[in-house]
């Protein structure tokens, strides 16, 4: 089925091209015509918050929309009618900017600093709650810029502000810009390094266009574009880069260009398809957690992932009917040509032979290193991060220091105690709570209680003396449950979208073992039955999770504050989102499973050519080397380059992919895997025959069908011996 499709991509390469350029712009046309809005909700799923949310919305449908805080700092107090006289105004223009969104605009009352005024802007509660209208938001932000003057600064904060603000996108034309250094020293000229980053950006073009649409009928968060664009960018140019290396070869050896471009397609190009399909269906796992911005989320980066992997197998062949022989023109001076590398001379081979003249040191200094990166993981501090992680350019940073210098930094993100109960009981089950919390050494002040338009409900507002992302306030939700706990027959519960947080950071911490284990059992049983062994995939799943547990230990560093993170532009202690972990985990399977796949299927083949373990991985790892460390390289580039960015989220994820990467090419793929290899020898291979017998043969390499039972005949080698059944590899 590839040979025909990459012969017919081949043969009628003017109509692919169109067509994916005609895909292009219906795509965005339709994201101008369609396309929804990123958003973030969290009070989703069983929990609390989310029970008090649905009593806000039912009974309280003017407190149950978002909120706005809009603070102003004025020279000459609050209560100096030039001050007033612009305060009104700046209520006015938000009103007038938003009518379809502002509930109403209502002053708070008097903050500890004379000089600092608040506004509350209550918006009303949308009938579609995965239609943030993002235009009006930005639109309250206008009027607030507008408003500053001299002696007169006006900010705008909250969670609408935060996930609607406009974020730098420019880490991604660094990353670009990294892959092509790279790919031209890997390749040696122009014409080879354009290919897969033409590849990779067109589909990039199409994946935008679609995560739009996708928004438009999913929640999306607002950091799923550039993590989109992460996964886009690196897998985009390594899926062709990968073939285009196998083509380059399938040259070398004497093939017209388009015997070498069916050969690269049914070759690399099935590996491509069976890596690709492995990050998309790790990606997708982010699902089962059951929460709206996840499938969002996995759904967004898959489509992004499965554009660009399509892109390799269709277009690519396509543009190299185009290209032909001129593959190499226009080459770059100092660069060696790939007629100059030999496999035996490189320095990857020798590296190899090194390493498995001495294994067991190789493999101690390895793991050491690798535990050593992993034990600050333990430290991990799980929560959301607030607005204070954001830099001080941005308005919402700017609100909640004047917020929290105003009414204290809990402020910003208030507690809810609402009580569903009709008649005089719900309210004195509330006052009740009410002092309980007023009691507590966390809160700072209680705001008296409003009792909901029906007169069924009632809701008090408590706000911390810590900040929304701190411990104290994390323990004080809890305690505050466990101390108001509604009595004859009143139902009280501790909302808000601090709590919401909470909640559901506790929710994914709970369940990240079992998606961690479900992972790396599938990609043991995906391996043994690709390679028919039981040590090979064994190794795999534990390297991975000792490179993923490195990345977690040097995020853990970051977030801590200190040194590592003001390399990377977070000052202040910073906890982790649950999600973090688990997306981090999900992606990096999947491109841990890219790398080892490549490497492993050349061993495998060089192994059953000789029977010769040791020499199998020596030359496997040399005929890989180079495209492998390339394709790492402009993966931790790309994701490198989002450290420059200022998402806190994309920074995390940018970090830890990068790590995850970088130590996977390196520790991992050049010491780990040879010196293992070299102390098992022979049982690497080991498959039981009863197992042979009930597993599927999947065969990554086309052209490696019947190399085994050739080679076995060849050799005079038992079956057992090349891992089973001989057919297959």
């Known amino acids: 089925m590839l040979e025909r499709l990459a012969d017919v991509c081949y043969r009628r390469r003017w109509r692919v091209l169109l067509a994916w350029i005609a895909l292009l712009f219906l795509t965005l046309g339709a994201n101008s015509a369609f396309g929804g809005d990123f958003r973030m909700d969290f009070g989703e799923g069983n929990s609390e918050s989310n029970d008090a949310f649905d009593i806000l919305e039912e009974r309280f449908p003017a407190r149950a929309g978002n909120t706005l805080d809009v603070v102003y700092r004025a020279d000459a107090g609050p209560d100096d009618p030039a001050t007033q006289q612009r305060v009104a105004k700046l209520i006015a223009d938000i009103e007038a900017a938003a009518p379809d969104l502002v509930e109403s605009v209502t002053p708070r009352p008097g903050s500890q600093v004379p000089e600092i005024g608040s506004l509350e802007v209550q918006t009303v509660l949308l009938d579609d709650q995965d239609e943030m209208p993002v235009d009006e938001v930005k639109a309250i932000v206008d009027v607030v810029e507008e408003a500053n003057a001299e002696g007169f600064q006006v900010e705008a904060g909250g969670e609408m502000v935060m996930f609607t603000e406009e974020q730098e996108f420019g880490s991604q034309g660094l990353g670009l810009l990294a892959a092509i250094v790279i790919l031209l020293v890997a390749f040696g000229s122009v014409i080879s390094a354009g290919l897969p980053i033409t590849i990779a950006v067109l589909g990039l073009g199409i994946a935008t266009g679609v995560m739009m649409l996708i928004a438009r009928v999913l929640q999306v968060p607002d950091f799923a574009p550039q993590l989109a664009d992460m996964m886009g960018i690196g897998v985009g140019i390594d899926y062709a880069l990968f073939i285009l290396a196998r083509y380059k070869q399938g040259l070398r050896d004497g093939l017209e260009p388009r015997d070498a471009v069916v050969l690269s397609v049914d070759t690399a190009g099935r590996a491509v398809l069976f890596a690709g399909a492995t990050v998309v269906i790790a990606i997708l796992g982010m699902m089962v957690m059951g929460l709206g911005f996840l499938y969002g989320l996995a759904v967004s980066v898959s489509a992004a992932v499965l554009i660009v992997m399509l892109a390799s197998i269709t277009l690519l062949p396509a543009l190299l009917g185009f290209v032909g022989h001129t593959i190499d023109r226009f080459h770059i001076p100092f660069v060696k040509k790939d007629s100059e590398r030999g496999v035996e001379a490189n320095l990857a081979h020798r590296w190899a032979r090194v390493v498995q003249q001495r294994p067991w040191p190789a493999a101690i200094i390895a793991l050491v290193i690798l535990v050593a990166l992993a034990l600050p993981a333990f430290d991990l501090r799980f929560g959301f991060p607030d607005a204070s992680n954001n830099p001080t350019t941005s308005t919402t940073r700017r609100a909640f220091d004047l917020q929290t210098e105003a009414f204290g930094a809990g402020a910003n993100g208030p507690l809810m105690i609402v009580a569903d109960s009709k008649g005089e009981a719900g309210m004195a089950e509330l006052q009740r709570a009410s002092m309980i919390a007023g009691a507590d050494p966390g809160v700072q002040f209680v705001v008296p209680t409003i009792p909901s338009p029906t007169g069924d409900a009632a809701m008090v507002m408590v706000i911390p003396k810590t900040g929304p992302q701190e411990p104290e306030t994390e323990e004080l939700v809890k305690r505050l449950r466990d101390d108001i706990d509604g009595e004859n027959g009143v139902a009280l519960h501790v909302g808000g979208i601090t709590a919401a947080m909470v909640d559901q950071n506790d ?105 010769d373990n040791a020499s199998a991985v020596a030359e496997g790892l040399a005929a890989t080397a180079r495209v492998i460390t390339a394709a790492a390289a402009i993966m931790v580039s790309v994701f490198g380059a989002f450290l420059l960015g200022d998402i806190i989220f994309v920074k995390m994820v940018g970090l830890g992919l990068a790590t995850a990467i970088f130590i996977d090419a390196t520790l991992v793929r050049m010491v780990l895997v040879p010196a293992t290899m070299e102390l098992l020898g022979d049982r690497n291979w080991w498959y039981p025959a009863w197992l042979d017998r009930i597993t599927p043969h999947i065969s990554v390499e086309g052209h490696l069908q019947d190399l085994d039972a050739e080679l076995a005949e060849v050799l005079g080698a038992e079956p057992e011996v090349l891992g089973g059944e001989p057919e297959r590899v």
């Open 507 to 611: 929710y994914l911490v709970e369940r990240l073992p079992w998606f961690i284990g479900a992972v790396v059992i599938l990609s043991f049983l995906l391996l043994m039955v690709v390679f028919r062994s039981i040590l090979v995939p064994l190794k795999a799943a534990v390297m991975n999770l000792l490179s993923i547990g490195a990345a977690y230990g040097i995020v853990s560093l970051s977030v801590n504050g200190g040194f590592v993170g003001d390399l990377i532009g977070i000052e202040e202690p910073t906890p982790v989102p649950g999600f973090i972990p688990m997306m981090m985990f999900a992606i990096l399977f999947g491109l841990s499973m890219d790398y080892e796949v490549f490497l492993l299927s050349r061993i495998r083949e060089e192994y059953v050519r000789t029977g």
